[in-house]
């Protein structure tokens, strides 16, 4: 499959990351509540353009994956990404990628994360032919991690980072949550709904 895919539920539309979209991602990391569990701090109009211009070249590196704006109407609510993996410790980039999604504050406990990121399994296993998705986070990050549980992922460790500038909590780790096709498909642990506030 080729370039990103538009895609839908039943109240967001998920559509690629575009130039477009650089003011509502300047919103969005620029609430230190949105950030808490990233970098702990408001980023700068000047980090976040430098953001955009990675997330936008993210789409160029596995067909298929990328970014996706979520949209209610046209209203920005967030982004969710399948990302190929970047670590050597999170394994190969063929068949794998990382799931991950950031919702401006005043759009979340309505269970837009878990919506648009039930699409993305859908799509990635569906469509793209995946074989395993994972997500990452703090592991006091617990809003994130009820989300991951809601879509079926389970904890596969629990590990920690050489950081320069560590966050509050990063003492306890980071967490590795995953799902793979085979598990999808039997759909092992997924409930309807799941929480979702926070970012991944």
Do not use: C, K
Not at 153 to 175: C, I, K
């Amino acid at each position: 499959m080729g370039a990103q895919a538009e895609l839908r539920t039943a109240r967001l539309r998920l559509v690629p990351l575009a130039e477009e979209h650089l003011e509502a991602e300047v919103e969005l990391d620029s609430d230190p509540e949105v950030m808490r569990y990233l970098t702990g701090r408001a980023s700068t109009r000047a980090e976040v353009e430098a953001r955009h211009r990675q997330r936008l070249a993210v789409a160029g590196r596995v067909p298929g994956l990328g970014f996706w704006a979520g949209l209610i109407g046209d209203e920005f609510v967030g982004w969710w990404i399948l990302e190929p993996p970047e670590r050597p410790d999170q394994g190969p980039v063929a068949g794998q990628a990382e799931l991950g999604y950031r919702l401006l504050r005043r759009h979340w406990r309505r269970g837009l994360a878990g919506e648009g990121a039930r699409e993305l399994l859908r799509h990635g296993f569906t469509d793209l032919g995946l074989r395993r998705v994972f997500a990452e986070t703090m592991a006091v990050n617990t809003a994130s991690r009820a989300t991951m549980a809601a879509l079926g992922m389970r904890h596969v460790r629990t590990f920690t980072l050489d950081l320069d500038d560590p966050l509050s909590g990063s003492e306890l780790g980071e967490v590795e949550y995953a799902i793979t096709r085979d598990e999808w498909i039997a759909g092992a642990g997924v409930s309807p709904g799941g929480p979702g506030p926070a970012s991944a």
